[in-house]
């Protein structure tokens, strides 16, 4: 990027600055403190940037222009000044009436894609009248237990019109399932069906733990689901790769994209082995990530995992289709960084997190709702959160050019470091043998957990600052909140409609659909067509996840 010459005159100019002007001051007043690190990757950052910290970067190679390889500056021509990013709310609640009504809010207040939330039994795999679902009905998110419930939460909202984002793992090919039938239903063609499963599977074992099944018949349920999106719905996402869950559960930055980009490995590469061509499937995986305060370290940190991707699958799988090497993800404000004192300060949290992904070229965002530390968001802090992405898009001039931080020589040299570190981290866990046997061996885990304690001695000590937490208290007032909660009353007609389901639909298709399923399972057939002739005669969550854990067994950690 600079000339031998140029670079020498900056270097004696820096030591004559250092010398003359830094050292006096440094004498007399000092700085806020003996070290400066990134926010959470614990990165060092240098007093000064010059050109000499990014002397030996190739514009070409490390930087290129949006649209073309490496992808740094962004994987579409034009990024913002074409399309702005998908405004994809979390959102799912309690009942799939009252999920329905928040998506219909959400959607008259302009959001621009819908993300569902399932309570906890959901994404275990049981139906709301289990006795593990007892007390944890529709909390987290919504109870989705047969098709009946996903008719409800699309009543009048057609699948045609939408993309929908589903964080859902275990029983993704489930959920999927439903999602497929319904759109039949309404008549929509499944080539024109359009969202996104997380179908992560791997980082439920390191960081969420909401798995059903032992890994291998996981990884197989994915295949098929790689499959039957390759060849009937061509517009729909099979999986989103999750950083977010692993850096919510305490990773640094560099550990975030190393960890998930060597999911992304694992997939592709049980994806090839099981018969599939990497350009028949790469081009539609997505990713997500989490953003946090440190707005610089999280530009960083998309850039080098765009640019980083590009060179992992070029350089080990060799595809035709240059949309194979792109990195698309989804990004979600840092839910670990909302405290439950003063939860207003979450709302400025939230706009610097958000501006990080945008300026980091994000595909789609979530903004938190101030209010998440307590509880599910209110439609107050909802339409905050989703005014605070019209802002950004609208007001502050931030989605106007492309890639605007580059060229900046702190964020390019932080974009380097952030990369050379992940590439260490996945040397390492190919030394293991593969992300698969590095979880199973608890590596990956103990790395994440260590980094969470640090960071938690840190607080606590005070050597790392939250503001209104363990500086700049204020004595609050004991005030009834105003919080969403889920009531007995609510899961009771979750269960009474679950009932009426069953005392509905025909008995016989259901045993003769769950049969279909058992056979496909257990001789290797692709389960998405079995699937969603299981869930179109009404066979609920539970009693399909029954029948899989019956063939594939439970998942034991440590065992």
């Known amino acids: 990027m600079f000339d031998p010459e140029e670079l020498a005159e900056i270097r004696e100019a820096k030591s004559d600055w250092e010398d003359e002007q830094l050292q006096p001051t440094l004498d007399r007043f000092g700085e806020r403190h003996e070290e400066f690190t990134t926010d959470t990757g614990g990165q060092p950052i240098d007093r000064l940037y010059t050109p000499e910290d990014v002397a030996d970067l190739d514009y070409e190679d490390d930087l290129g222009f949006p ?121 929509v063609p499944r080539e024109e069906l359009r969202g996104t499963i997380q179908n992560d599977v791997l980082k439920e074992y390191i960081a969420r733990n909401t798995y059903i099944y032992p890994p291998e018949p996981s990884m197989r349920i994915i295949t098929d689901i790689f499959a039957f999106c390759a060849d009937e719905l061509p517009k729909f996402n099979p999986i989103s790769i999750s950083g977010y869950h692993v850096r919510e559960a305490g990773s640094t930055a560099a550990q975030e994209i190393a960890f998930t980009l060597a999911n992304g490995i694992e997939y592709v590469e049980t994806a090839l082995e099981a018969g599939l061509e990497v350009d028949e499937f790469a081009p539609q995986l997505s990713f997500f990530f989490a953003s946090y305060n440190d ?174 937490v363990n500086e700049y208290t204020v004595e609050e007032a004991q005030q009834e909140a105003d919080v969403e909660e889920i009531s007995e009353e609510q899961q009771q007609r979750q269960i009474d409609r679950l009932n009426d389901v069953r005392a509905e639909r025909d008995e016989v298709a259901v045993e003769t659909a769950l049969a279909v399923v058992r056979a496909a399972a257990e001789n290797d057939e692709n389960l998405m067509p079995p699937l969603i002739d299981a869930v179109k005669a009404y066979a609920t969550t539970g009693e399909i996840c029954d029948v899989l854990r019956d063939v594939f067994g439970e998942y034991q950690p440590g065992m």
């Open 295 to 468: 707005i610089f370290e999280e530009a960083a940190k998309f850039r080098a995992a765009r640019r980083l991707w590009a060179k992992i699958v070029e350089e080990r799988f060799d595809p035709d289709d240059p949309a194979s090497k792109q990195l698309k993800f989804h990004t979600q404000t840092a839910g670990s960084t909302l405290t439950a004192q003063q939860i207003e300060n979450n709302v400025v949290r939230v706009a610097y997190q958000a501006l990080a992904a945008v300026l980091g070229g994000t595909q789609s965002l979530h903004t938190n709702g101030k209010d998440e530390a307590l509880s599910l968001p209110t439609e107050k802090s909802v339409r905050t959160a989703l005014r605070t992405q019209q802002i950004l898009a609208h007001e502050s001039g931030a989605a106007d050019t492309i890639d605007p931080l580059a060229g900046s020589y702190y964020v390019e040299s932080l974009t380097d470091d952030l990369e050379a570190e992940a590439r260490e981290i996945l040397a390492e866990i190919d030394e293991r043998g593969g992300m698969r046997n590095a979880i199973e061996s608890g590596w990956v885990q103990r790395q994440v957990q260590d980094v969470a304690y640090e960071r938690q001695q840190e607080i606590e000590n005070g050597e790392r600052i939250i503001v209104g």
């Open 67 to 187: 649209g073309q390889e490496p992808y740094t500056r962004g994987v579409y021509t034009t990024m913002y000044r074409g399309r702005l990013w998908t405004m994809r709310q979390y959102a799912g609640m309690g009942t799939a009436s009252e999920t329905n009504e928040r998506f219909n809010y959400l959607l008259e207040e302009g959001q621009t894609g819908l993300s569902m939330a399932f309570d906890l039994p959901t994404q275990m795999g049981y139906d709301s009248d289990a006795a593990m679902a007892a007390g944890e009905v529709g909390k987290a998110g919504v109870a989705i237990d047969s098709l009946r419930d996903m008719e409800t939460v699309f009543d009048g909202i057609p699948l045609s019109d939408v993309s929908t984002s589903m964080t859902i793992n275990a029983p993704a090919s489930v959920l999927l399932a439903m999602y497929v039938a319904l759109g039949d239903q309404q008549g």
